[in-house]
């Protein structure tokens, strides 16, 4: 195990206790004593449970903690996406199994620096003399004020930027490469650099924005996309359609009907 993973073993090992625990009354107290907002949002595709990784098995039901160090502060989601309002006025907002940890008393002031797993959405607070950093198993992060999503994977890490530009790289002192808005980039767990993609996926940050966006899309692509979200195949017959349109995220039945209404076609669900 890493030492991220031993230090949240150990955490879960000493004080567990059986019994009920309420874990709505322990988010309240916690996020009162270190001034952190949180809400619930809704819950999002099963694909996203598999991304927080070893973090989210060691959690074991508790969905939130602060670690045995005063000033380290580690935040988790559940099986619901979750936001949280950092002490700088910076917006995350985690995927289930996802987690986001810093030092809060550096936080506050010195280096605005985070660490996470899974896949975590960022809407920065602007500070020109203190960059925000972001730390992940295989990459590092540096942006000023922006908006983006990084989601990490066994084998690699994606950055999508929707506004301001990111520099984005495999540590801190390597060599990387600058995305501004609507670009997007992929780290291979085996790659020295990361690599900009030429073809951007829409539909990446869909969970968080709510909808999925098509724009002249082969439906083949189409179907590709919801089977990839919400974890079941997506058929139909008829493969010759292009589809544009913004749709909200719904249950896989209700996201059939309305797609296969617009195009006039049956799209089944196999699961």
Known sequence: MSDFEDRHLEFVTRYYRKGPFDTRKAFSRFCSRHHISAGAGRRPAPWLYTLGGIAAAVLLGIFIWKSTSDSTVTLMAGEHLMSYLLPDSSLVKLAPGSSLSFDRKSYVNEDRRVAMTGTVYFKVHEDVGRPFEIFSAHSFV?????????????????????????????????EGVM??????????????????????????????????????????EVLATLSSYYGVKFTSRKTDKHLTGEFDIEEPELIADLIGAALGIRIRIRK
């Open 142 to 174: 540096r942006v000023l004020g922006t908006e983006f999503q990084v989601m990490e994977s066994m084998d690699s890490v994606q950055v999508n930027v929707v506004e301001g530009k990111v520099l984005f790289s495999r540590a801190e002192t390597a």
């Open 179 to 220: 995305l501004t808005r609507g670009m997007q980039a992929s780290l291979l767990s085996v790659a020295a650099t990361p690599t900009i993609n030429e073809k951007v996926d829409r539909n990446a940050t869909a969970w968080e924005r709510g909808t999925f966006i098509f724009e002249d899309t082969p439906l083949p």
